[in-house]
């Protein structure tokens, strides 16, 4: 360094930039993955929900027998903690001698493709619903209102059970009753966010740069709408995963053979007495998924809006 | 109505007996009563000037304000920019003519967008230049306003107050308009902050030759930004005349109640004594005869049942009965 370069030290100005932007904080993306690495019900359900994922994507690989493979001399075979269990059949076999295990794997599949899918249908008719009612307001409010009040009248189960009756439980048809029955919670909480955001400034300074209500809609206000509505889909696939499981014991879900948790519970009924663990284990993950999606859900409220929490 | 600027120069800004009614508590069973929230105000402001408009809460400060920027429609009345109508036209045109500077930059940025985006958003809506030119323009814009360029991928919460009004500034300037509506820019500001951004607000003002209307309830700030000052009660104007003269010389009781109500530092003074008596009245059933007569302390019998004319006193407009005898 010679004299020079300290004589020619910078403008006071330039000095007092650097100054501002030493005190500048972390950004929202820095503070948000820090809680999300300390946050233990947030990273224990995202670990259970992928662990499932991986079972499911790569159930064909992983699954030790084909699920559809009956083998009546290897019916209600124990699993392999119980007195003639086998490493064959880990989670043993049930009354048509299909491996549990495998069945399980692709089970996984179904639920997940069913909660994601009637999931993401009904956060889109509900996030439309709920962000055009709270950002018109007045009589385009009402008639959101007005659906939402009936939706909320309508029985889920009943309904579902209904249909899944008279159409005949296809995994279709199954989606789209779930994605159209689910949608209120999305339209609830949407609406009310964005009355809440409707007014605030940044909103008027984009009307008076001449936004049309379409940008401000896609980019000024969904953008702040995404954490909550992941959380309440988190919910809603969890809700889903439930009622799928519930028509198929019921007989009104997907069909036999299908490997469905749901159907394991139903089929294992008739001997439930000698062999519990044939209704434990699909119990069991269909618990322990929902449970994740809870966690994994509630996690990402408190990582994306700490000062939501209370 | 105001002659208060001499020069002939073309005004910048001129707002012709606007009038914004709301209708309130207004269902399917019964008409709304009327709210006459702004009631026929005009004012006239030359390029480079700075116009305060003061008045307590729920005067109509702020729908005057919407009004000038297009976000909301006047009942009737006339705003023209350079000499163009602005009224009943696309909200386009008002933006790139006037622009406003919120009160609160906590709630005037949107949190999920960097100041980058925030303050090239209006070129992009606009459809004005390539992503480059934007960005160059963004960059100029930011550092006339003393932002340092590396706060360009920041998000409004990285910031301070004082930065993100710098911010709000910036995306006010970047489509170079004519006139800047500043709706109390400073009151959520610390003190010591409120002093850079009126200092800021002045320098840009000669630098690009800005026109301001500024809106505030502070008459110290007023003081140091206006040329000319507007007092604002229940939706008119009672008086409007150059700055000096109306905080020296107030002409109408009101802006006389106003001056009084300025709070010293020094604690031995007490609060001041205002004589203003009741509180503000209720705007859906304005006071027959002058508004202001139920608080007045010069109110006259003439007061409660004729509505005060307009006079023209030295260079200031004042709607008061007291100057009745005076030639106008």
Known sequence: MTLADITSAPPASMAKAADEFATLAPSPRELMRRRAKSHIGFLTGMAIILFFIILAVFAPLLAPHDPYDQNLTARLLDPVWGPKGTWAHIFGTDAFGRDILSRLMYGARLSLMIGFTAAAIAGVIGVTLGIVGGYFGGRVDAVVVYLTNVKLALPVILVALSIA??????????????????????AVVVRSLTQQFRDQEFVLSSLAAGASHARIIFREILPNLTNQIIVVAS?????????????????????????????????????MFF???????????????????????????????????? | ?????????QPVLEVHNLTRVFEIGRSWLKEGKPLRAVDGVSLTVKRGEVLAIVGESGCGKTTLSRLMLGLQQPSTGDIRVLGEPLVGVDRKAFARRVQPVFQDPYSSLNPRKTIGEIVGDPL?????????????????????????????????????????????????????PEVLICD???????????????????????????TYIFISHDLSV?????????VMYLGRFVEIGPAKRVLSEPKHPYTQALLDSILTPDPHKGLPNLNLGAGFPDPLNPPAGCRFHPRCVKAMPVCATVMPKLFHIEDTDVECHLYDGVKA
């Open chain 2, 222 to 230: 007023v003081e140091y930004m206006a040329d000319y000052v507007a």
């Open chain 1, 165 to 186: 009756s008279i159409s005949g439980g296809s995994i279709i048809v199954l989606i789209l009753v779930l994605g159209l029955l689910t949608w209120d919670r999305y």
């Open chain 1, 275 to 310: 062999k519990p663990h044939l209704i434990m284990i699909p119990g069991a993950a269909i618990f322990l998924l929902v449970i994740a999606i809870n966690m994994a859900g509630d996690g990402i409220r408190d990582v994306t809006s700490p000062e939501g929490r209370g």
């Open chain 1, 235 to 271: 919910l809603d696939m969890a809700i889903i995963i439930l009622i799928e499981a519930a028509l198929s014991f019921l007989g009104l879900g997907v069909r036999p053979p299908t490997p469905s948790w749901g159907l394991m519970v139903a089929e294992a009924r008739a001997v």
């Open chain 2, 124 to 176: 992009i809506i606009h459809n004005i230049g390539t992503p480059a030119e934007r960005l160059a323009r963004v960059e100029a814009v930011m550092e006339q306003v003393g932002l340092p360029r590396r706060f360009i991928h920041s998000y409004p919460s990285q910031m301070s107050g004082g930065q993100r009004q710098r911010v709000a500034i910036a995306r006010a300037l970047v489509m170079k």
């Open chain 2, 1 to 9: 109505m105001n002659q208060v600027s001499v020069n002939t120069e």
């Open chain 2, 184 to 210: 109390e820019p400073t009151s959520a500001l610390d003190v010591s902050v409120q002093a850079q951004i009126l200092n800021l607000l002045q320098d840009l003002r000669q630098e690009l030759n800005l």
